[in-house]
């Protein structure tokens, strides 16, 4: 059955090229258009949707009736933005907040057509999106901003109240007692350090601003360094497995960025898994199929021996504020690893390790960089 090219809400007159031959349902967004007259002759389902306004009822009614918008005063936005008699040169409105009668919030944008420069307004052309993913955009930041927060909250209460009773009670305090304080207060500085470090990590990600500063990088050795700070702290050694498969290829990436991508996998696989961590570092194919350098890349594979990360979560791991358990965290690290990984062209994937417990991989493809080719 052949669709119809032509439809009601669509006045006679109108041309079909004016919509590229797009049926106006089939917008995402809502889309009203008004004539040279102001009359609506274009009300699709979404902006049906949108408004609350039945087609029929919009279609052929002068615009400002049947997009009766107000701004965020309360003020008549047909009446301020006059597009049929303002300025000549207007082309349009930008995308802003405005109001629906019974104060629903609505983002709208128009478009003045004229058939020709600083002639009369032909059309004009609205679309309309509600504000929902706006509104979930805002309520990340403020549980970003609420989150980091609280982390701040507890070692800054502890720098401040061992600075303040050293200061206040020094002589009383043996060099032991003092030393043990200033212990904790560095420590609680550091942690405060790194959380401040995360904050403008997430910033530049999600900017798309995070810098790579690439330089030749031996992953094996990173791993032995990463794996000889844990036993440091305390760990046994034999809860970490190294395994490398040489020869690697040579890898050109940011050191410190990815120290940070390996020193929070295996944090991870220590605080939330159990058992044995096996650290893997083999070459891999990055690419399709394809030849040469650009097409390789290097693999590193973390995995446990604990309960691992069930199936319905493994889609969430990488996303802000995900949290394995109840062990602390601020949920954001595997969050900023993806973006390191992904900001040096690679890929991070998690899974189920052999052993049942959580594997995470990523793959960085190697090539020395182009301004030293």
């Known amino acids: 059955m052949t669709r119809a090219t032509s439809r009601p809400e669509i006045a006679a007159g109108t041309p079909a090229a004016l919509l590229g031959g797009c049926d106006p349902d089939d917008l995402p967004d809502g889309l009203v258009i008004a004539d040279g007259d102001g009359r609506v002759v274009c009300f699709n389902t979404a902006a049906a949707r949108i408004t609350r306004t039945p087609r029929a009822q919009a279609i052929g009614a002068p615009l400002e009736r049947a997009l009766p918008l107000q701004d965020l005063k309360g003020r008549r936005w047909w009446a301020l933005t006059d597009p049929y008699g303002g300025l000549a040169i207007r082309g349009g409105q930008p995308e802003r907040n405005l109001l629906l009668p019974g104060s629903r919030e609505v983002l709208v944008a128009a478009r003045y057509v004229r058939d020709r420069p600083l002639g009369p307004v032909e059309r004009v052309v609205v679309t309309l999106r509600g504000t929902e993913a706006r509104r979930r955009t805002e309520r990340s930041h403020a549980e970003l901003i609420a989150t980091v927060a609280h982390e701040l909250r507890s070692p800054l209460t502890s720098v401040k109240g061992f600075t303040a009773t050293l200061l206040a009670k020094w002589e009383r305090f043996t060099d032991d007692q003092k ?74 990436a940011d050191p410190d960025k990815i120290d940070q991508v390996l020193g929070n996998l295996l944090e991870n696989a220590v605080r939330h898994g159990e058992g044995t961590v096996t650290i893997e570092v083999a070459p891999a194919d990055a690419g399709a199929g394809g030849e040469g350098d650009q097409e390789k890349g290097t693999a590193v594979t973390v995995s446990d021996e604990g309960p691992g990360i069930p199936e319905e979560s493994m889609a969430r791991v990488f996303t802000r504020f995900w949290r394995g358990s109840k062990r602390g965290g601020t949920g954001l690290g595997l969050y900023i690893v993806k973006g390191i990984v992904e900001a040096h062209g690679g890929t991070i994937t998690v899974g189920r390790a052999p052993s049942g417990g959580a594997q995470f991989r990523f793959t960085l493809p190697v090539g020395t960089p182009a301004g030293l080719l």
């Open 179 to 252: 030393r043990l304080m200033l212990q904790t207060v560095d420590a609680d500085a550091g942690r405060i350090t790194r959380l401040i470090a995360e904050l403008l990590d997430i910033s530049r990600i999600d900017s798309g601003r995070l810098e790579v500063r690439r330089q030749p990088v031996d992953l094996a050795a990173a791993v032995g360094r990463h794996i000889q700070a844990h036993l440091s702290c305390g760990e046994p050694p034999d809860r970490f497995v190294a395994r490398v498969r040489r020869p690697l290829p040579e890898l050109w």
